[in-house]
């Protein structure tokens, strides 16, 4: 198990979530970020072909279809600033949306927008644990 996402075989927590004071319960990463889901996600966030938002999401509707959630909020990952300025859209906003339509789980965007901005190929060095989310991401009161 995992609240994390990566990959883990076990019936408790893998080491960082089993270290960490998230109040996250759970993130599923239903696709490994290589291959065809890379190239898809590359072509969404950066030439601009929003249209894949929508397989997108469908994709991650039938994985949670299959593997349940119990999720309260789907919450968008925000990007800083300057990227959506470049970008003119969150490409996980764009996902999150279509999704939480398929699923019938609310959309919120809880997370303020990106404080730290992280060098764009960051991302990948998250399963190392060297990337602070709670340092980029401030949240903000739902209720």
């Given amino acids: 198990m995992s609240k ?11 080491k960082d979530c089993s270290e960490s004071d998230w109040i996250i319960e759970s993130i599923r990463s239903p696709y490994q970020f290589e291959g065809l889901t890379r190239e898809t996600v590359h072509l969404l966030k950066y030439k601009n072909l929003t249209t894949l ?15 349940p959630l119990g999720a309260d ?9 300057r990227r959506l300025k470049e970008r003119g859209y969150n490409q996980s906003a764009l996902i999150a949306a279509q999704l939480s339509s398929l699923v019938t789980i609310p959309y919120f ?8 901005l992280l060098p764009r190929r ?7 644990g060297e990337l602070m989310l709670k340092e980029c991401f401030p949240v903000q009161n739902h209720q």
């Fill in 109 to 116: 965007e809880l997370l303020k927008g990106r404080v730290t």
């Fill in 122 to 128: 960051a991302v990948e060095a998250w399963p190392s």
């Fill in 73 to 81: 909020l789907i919450v968008p990952i925000p990007v800083h600033s």
């Fill in 4 to 14: 994390c996402g990566r990959s883990y075989q076990g019936n408790d927590f893998c």
């Fill in 53 to 67: 938002a929508k397989p997108m999401a469908e994709l991650l509707a039938l994985y949670l279809s299959r593997h």
